[in-house]
């Protein structure tokens, strides 16, 4: 398989250190490649799921994923293209982060001792042990300050005299000793990240070059933003999960079934394994026939995050929430006790971001509880059974007596 050439026909390319290069060594056989994440939450979010499928498509193609969980950089935390300091987690909330997020990759990726076999590693293993400034006086020589602030990751956060604290300023080392550690161990040849990994990933690669004299690679995916510009995988709720305990399968189904239909086809070719001519095919449907691509995209995004199961009781929940009759088991629920208006409803069930937005919708007949208008903003709801609310045509919670 021509495997560059597959992953930039379906979008994953933004940059690449070497194209020859890799491509050769692609050709040659099989390349162990990694992809790091830290672990700032209990969750991987749908900004991950790029460099996940990432590896995926390696993986199919024949070669050897490493999946770096940073039990040690969490500790620091990544300053690249952020405004702020990311919250110190204690080591006891970094353990329990590392739990739930190994949960993810076992759905999208084959772990084992063959070949091809992904593998999980701390960056703890090493970084935890590594003598400071033993580590400074190996490493630090082949680092120039001027070339770390010339990086668009560092430099845009003081060309907005925002704050860079010293230990964030170490993240890049660290980063690019993982790359150099990951050589060593597993003969890594390829680190691939986000666009705003590239400072850090060709740190690592020029540590590689300088201190083992061998040739590595970094490679970036684009930072996705939907068609109409927003960043994608941000809702008013909030973070799209891929823990099912963070955001039930429904709501993750739901979250695909409503994209723009100018992204359907781009999406297709990230966030599913459908073959190319396939997705020619649904990305040419046009007028109301695209919603059955959209369909197809949610269920095959959502097979692959929760399994057949979940993609099958998603589905037959989003036909009962239409009117279809079927099972309602899947929605997201709340519970509350007594009475309640339905604007503070609106808001503790998160359909709407504030009251104001509440009124609007109510205003404007989008608000429904068990498929009925919602006609006064004023109006209680007693919560004595189970009741469907309703935003729009799409977003729906079951809400039932606390």
């Not at 890799?22 to 790091?36: H, I, S």
Request: aromatic share 8%; net charge negative; charged share 25%.
């Amino acid at each position: 398989m021509d495997t560059l050439s597959n992953l930039t026909r379906r979008g994953f390319i933004h940059q690449c250190t070497q194209t020859e290069g890799l491509d050769q060594a692609f050709r040659a056989g099989t390349v162990p490649v990694y992809a790091g994440f830290d672990a700032t939450a209990d969750s991987l979010h749908i900004g991950h799921l790029l460099p996940i499928m990432f590896l995926r498509r390696l993986q199919r193609a024949g070669h050897k994923p490493i999946v770096l969980i940073g039990g040690g950089t969490t500790r620091i935390g990544d300053p690249s293209f952020r405004s702020e300091s990311r919250p110190m987690l204690t080591d006891e909330q970094i353990a329990a982060n590392i739990t739930g997020i190994r949960r993810v990759f076992d759905r999208f990726l084959t772990f084992g001792d063959g070949a091809t076999d992904a593998i999980l590693v701390n960056n703890a293993d090493w970084l935890d042990r590594l003598g400071y400034i033993d580590m400074l006086r190996e490493v630090g020589p082949h680092f120039s300050v001027n070339r770390m602030l010339s990086f668009d990751s560092v430099k845009s956060r003081l060309d907005r005299q925002e704050s860079l604290s010293f230990l964030e300023f170490n993240y890049m080392i660290l980063q690019a000793y993982d790359f150099l550690e990951l050589h060593r161990r597993y003969g890594c040849r390829l680190q691939l990240g986000g666009a705003d990994q590239w400072g850090n990933i060709v740190s690592g690669i020029d540590l590689v070059r300088r201190m083992d004299g061998e040739e590595v690679f970094g490679v970036t995916a684009p930072l996705l933003t939907t068609a109409s510009g927003a960043k994608m995988g941000k809702t008013a709720a909030g973070a799209v999960w891929l823990n099912a305990d963070r955001l039930s399968p429904y709501d993750y189904w739901q979250f695909w079934r409503n994209t723009e239909d100018r992204d359907v086809g781009r999406f297709l070719c990230l966030f599913t394994d459908l073959d190319e001519s396939e997705i020619v095919r649904l990305e040419s449907l046009e007028g109301s026939d695209i919603n059955a691509a959209k369909t197809v995209l949610a269920d095959e995004a959502t097979r692959l995050a929760h399994g057949e199961d979940a993609r099958l009781q998603a589905a037959e929940t989003a036909a009962g929430a239409f009117g279809s009759g079927e099972s309602l088991d899947g929605l997201p629920v709340i519970e509350v006790p007594g009475s309640v208006s339905v604007v503070d409803l609106l808001v503790q069930a998160k359909l709407v971001s504030s009251k104001s937005e509440a009124r609007r919708l109510i205003l404007n007949r989008g608000a429904r509880i068990n498929d009925e208008v919602v006609e006064d903003d004023g109006r209680l709801i007693d919560i004595s059974d189970e009741l469907k609310l309703s935003a729009g045509r799409k977003k729906h919670v079951l809400v039932r007596p606390g």
